[in-house]
């Protein structure tokens, strides 16, 4: 892999907040038993890197004024209101340092997956799996052939090949990756007995009790017919 070309930050380099505007974001390598080193990188050059994919496993060349580092990014800093990147944290390694890194699985042949087929839906319980392996030998991505997979099967980390010197952090039990579980429907709940006598019941009750609008106005006006007053004719 090519070196990528930073600056190593001095007090002439200025303010956190003047390096930002100069599109310049500061950071630190930290690590194999040596001093920190504060460095300065190109906003647009660590942007590109965190979009290439796997950046949190993916080993970085470094080269600080003519000084070579391999490092690991292992963490970024966002402004709380603006969002914009304004640090990082980069881990000094060589070959044979261990590392801890979250390796994506990929699950090839989904098309001809029996279980699938049927209508089946994989559900992934773990996306990305934890693993300790040595710098120079951290995995891209692991793969599970879903080729012969059915309903009801349960993908497991000892299903998946992992390469030599690889094992994932959690080793105390045998942990689900993905299930392949049968189609959800939704089935409409016909209404029980109780409830049809009951909505029988209202109904009912609303036809007995309550008074047409159209028997309201016809007895309205009756009344008001009684109640108008007749004129005295002279005698």
Known sequence: MENIKVIARSKDSGSTK?????????????????????????????????????????????????????VLPKQLQYHPVTDKLIHFDFLRVQDDTKVTVEIEVEFLNRDICPGLK???????????????????????????????????????ISNIELPDGVKPTITDRDFVVATLVPP??????????????????????????????EDQDSGDSSEDKKAEPTEDKPK
């Open 18 to 70: 003047s390096l930002l505007k100069k599109g310049m974001v500061p950071g630190i390598i930290y690590g194999k038993n040596s001093e920190p080193s504060q460095i300065v990188f190109e906003d647009k050059a660590l942007q590109k890197l965190m979009h290439s994919g796997v950046f949190y496993s993916k080993i970085i060349n470094l080269d600080v004024e003519g000084k070579k580092e391999k």
């Open 118 to 156: 049927q209508g089946g839906v994989l559900n992934l319980v773990r996306r990305m799996i934890e693993l300790s392996c040595n710098a120079n030998n951290i995995p891209e991505k692991l793969q599970y052939d879903l080729v012969s997979a059915e309903i009801g099967d349960a993908i497991k």
């Open 184 to 213: 959800t429907i939704e089935v409409e709940e016909e209404p029980t007995p109780e409830e049809e006598v009951e909505g029988e019941a209202i109904e009912g009750e609303t036809e007995e009790g309550t008074d047409s609008k």
